[in-house]
């Protein structure tokens, strides 16, 4: 139990481009899913917080405008890189919690290229 | 000062042997504790979870958490070369309803045949 998905794992965009990344709980209903973004030999850096029919809660220096995201049900959240930049280049996770435990469960990621 | 502190190895075991990682978090009121296995290119997976001070065990995993030294540990006995992986320590803050975590910066762990 408690897998989430993923998509696209791999994504490579010209610069100015926007991209969508979505993240699905399969079996459970999650009320949060977060969103990360991780570069080469760092930490997991958290981008956000968002729960099922409100306002995402951006983590200080994450611009909202730039990282869209969107918590429409109980099982799917995107983020859209609007205007993608080489320095937007990143692996980005999303995880999910929502078992009663406020265990976070991760998605494959998503290895974001722009050029 | 960081939240979440992890020593970032690399800690290098010879297979069988037992593997000891430890984090120190600063906040005293942190409740929920997580350890992470992340391979290489890959996303972090749940390795196991501890609320209470003591051990918990499942499998070759242990965890140990002492909340007075704001200290936790995970080992894993009879450590197998497939062990090798970046090794993260979450902590949860408290205070957030949403259960957000806050992440040691990992230690990487090599078991050699």
């Known amino acids: 139990g408690a897998v989430v998905s993923q998509h696209p794992s791999w994504v490579i965009c010209k610069s100015g481009t926007s991209v969508k990344i979505e993240c699905r709980s399969l079996?459970?209903?999650?009320?949060?899913m977060f969103w990360y973004r991780q570069f080469p030999k760092q930490s997991l850096m958290l981008m956000a917080t968002?729960?099922?029919?409100?306002?995402?809660?951006?983590e200080q220096g994450v611009e909202k405008d730039k990282f869209l995201i969107n918590h429409a049900s109980l099982t799917l959240s995107t983020l859209t890189v609007t205007s993608a930049h080489p320095e937007d280049s990143s692996f980005y996770i999303c995880?999910?919690?929502?078992?009663?435990?406020?265990?976070?469960?991760f998605g494959a990621g998503t290895r974001l290229s722009v050029l | 000062q960081k939240e979440v502190e992890q020593n970032s190895g690399p800690l290098s075991v010879p297979e069988g042997a037992i593997a000891s990682l430890n984090c120190t978090y600063s906040?005293?009121?942190?409740?929920?504790f997580f350890w992470y296995r992340q391979y290489s290119g890959k996303s972090p997976e749940l390795i196991m979870f501890?609320?209470?001070?003591g051990d918990k065990e499942d499998g070759r995993f242990t965890a140990q958490l002492n909340k007075a030294s704001q200290y936790v540990s995970l080992l894993i006995r009879d450590s197998q070369p497939s062990d090798s992986a970046t090794y993260l320590c979450?902590?949860?803050?408290?205070?957030?309803?949403?259960?957000?975590?806050?992440f040691g910066q990992g230690t990487i762990l090599t078991v050699h045949p």
């Open positions: 995880s999910a919690s929502g078992t009663g435990k406020n265990i976070q469960y």
């Open positions: 079996d459970f209903q999650a009320t949060t």
């Open positions: 968002s729960n099922e029919g409100s306002k995402a809660t951006y």
């Open positions: 906040d005293r009121g942190s409740q929920s």
């Open positions: 501890i609320y209470s001070n």
């Open positions: 979450a902590v949860e803050i408290e205070g957030t309803s949403y259960g957000k975590l806050t």
